[in-house]
């Protein structure tokens, strides 16, 4: 290392020696996943290395979160965020480190547990730039704010942390990051200035009908035709009431009615999931959906007003575009061509509750997790979307590297333009 070496170098200069120490914590958090509020055993490890290397650390912040601070004299104060929860999926991607893990979910259902959204990377490689930046503190100056988030996948982990006073134990934060790994190749950053990610609302409609003998129709208000005329029906609000040029999603995911054939149920149960990147665009088909199911209950004579809960709220996901640009500018220097622009994405994410409630601007950038060549191979013959395991499916697991080395290195780099001003 030169005298004239760029900081972010002089920092990353300690990944040689992490890497082993990463790797198997990531196969550990791995075959150890703990759902949304209930990640006891990934705080806890996260506690004892943030100790470790030196911060001063708040634990059980909105349940499990930890902040640790590493404060390294004056200078502008940096938030970097990891999520620490998996989903109730069952692993299917063969690898010796896959994950058994059951547990009870918030209904009290045994169910698998899988690091299906990867947020096992992103802790792994939070940790790793936690200690870069704590060995590596002669090259900077400032205070860096490492923040572990639990339930991200249930919409409300960072609003639980921002209501049980996290800003009461910050600093003045001056940006925020956080990043997550997505279904593109391993080593690629991928940043994108604005609106990034879609908000996500999540509706459980039960609409009444009146159970009768399958054999009797006459009898009954069928909820199961009534819930089937609202499924199609819904389908026309994105295509015939919201712009073409405004991206919006509604997906039925689910819909429960009756137990057996020859029996009318009294009610059916229909859950949605609502994408939008504007506040307009959400109000608009969110009044739809009321008075599109209203409307068919009432087509259909049934006996009660459906009932409509809002639940899994997320907010739009805005990078601010000159906080990116300085990001952008830094990994540019330090990725070269392995650095890409995003495309807008119709996922989801609540980790902009947490600057928001800050004031703080922040941006979220994407790191590749699929094997370079695979994905390739996948490219060339047209087959990205069936080949290629996205996050939440039961074969989504990033390899290992240079994952793990991009993605702590990104972390590293994003704080640079703040840190060390060059
Ligand atoms: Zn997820
Ligand atoms: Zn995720």
């Not at 030196?54 to 499990?64: D, F, P, S």
């Not at 010796?96 to 698998?112: I, N």
């Not at 400032?142 to 049980?164: C, I, K, N, S, W």
């Not at 006996?303 to 709220?313: A, C, G, H, Q, W």
Request: glycine share 10%; proline share 7%; aromatic share 6%.
């Amino acid at each position: 290392m030169t005298a004239s070496a760029h900081p972010a170098e002089s920092v990353l200069a300690g990944l040689a020696g992490i890497r082993a120490w990463q790797e198997g914590l990531y196969r550990d958090l791995h075959q150890h996943p703990e759902l949304s509020h209930q990640e006891l055993r990934t705080a806890q490890l996260v506690v004892d290395r943030l100790g470790d290397f030196g911060y001063r650390v708040h634990a059980g912040i909105g349940g499990t979160g930890v902040v640790g601070i590493l404060d390294n004299g004056p200078g502008p104060t940096v938030l970097l965020r990891a999520d620490m929860d998996a989903l109730p999926v069952k692993e299917a991607t063969g690898l010796p480190y896959a994950s058994t893990a059951r547990s009870a979910d918030a209904q009290g259902h045994d169910v698998s547990v899988m690091h299906a959204c990867g947020h096992d990377i992103h802790v792994t490689a939070l940790l790793g730039a936690a200690q870069l930046l704590a060995q590596g503190r002669d090259h900077w100056h400032g205070t860096v704010v490492a923040l572990f988030q639990p339930a991200e996948e249930t919409g409300d982990g960072a609003r639980a942390m921002v209501e049980d006073g996290l800003a009461s134990v910050l600093p003045k934060v001056d940006a925020a990051f956080a990043q997550h790994v997505f279904p593109i190749p391993a080593g690629i950053i991928g940043t994108h200035s604005g609106p990034f990610l879609a908000s996500a609302d999540s509706m459980r409609i039960t609409v009444h009908g009146r159970g009768s003998h399958g054999s009797m129709p006459q009898s009954s208000v069928d909820p199961v035709v009534l819930a089937a005329m609202i499924v199609v029906r819904l389908q026309t609000i994105v295509s015939r009431e919201v712009a073409p040029v405004e991206p919006a999603v509604l997906t039925v995911g689910s819909i429960e009615a009756g137990s057996k054939s020859n029996v009318i149920p009294d009610h059916a149960v229909l859950q949605l999931n609502i994408r939008t990147y504007n506040d307009q665009t959400r109000t608009t088909i969110l009044d739809a959906i009321r008075r599109i199911v209203t409307a068919e209950c009432a087509a259909s004579g049934s006996p009660r007003e459906p009932e409509f809960v809002l639940f899994d709220r997320f907010p739009v996901t805005v990078n601010d575009i000159e906080t990116t640009a300085r990001v952008r500018a830094a990994f540019s220097a330090f990725f070269g061509d392995k650095c890409w622009d995003m495309p807008e994405g119709t996922g989801s994410e609540d980790f902009g509750e947490i600057p928001s409630a800050l004031g703080v601007p922040y941006t979220y950038w994407g790191v590749g997790g699929i094997d370079a060549a695979t994905y390739q191979k996948a490219v060339a013959a047209g087959r990205v979307l069936e080949d290629i395991p996205v996050n939440h499916s039961p074969g989504f697991a990033p390899v290992i590297q240079p994952t793990l080395d991009a993605a702590t290195s990104a972390l590293v780099v994003a704080t640079m333009p703040w840190l060390a001003p060059q």
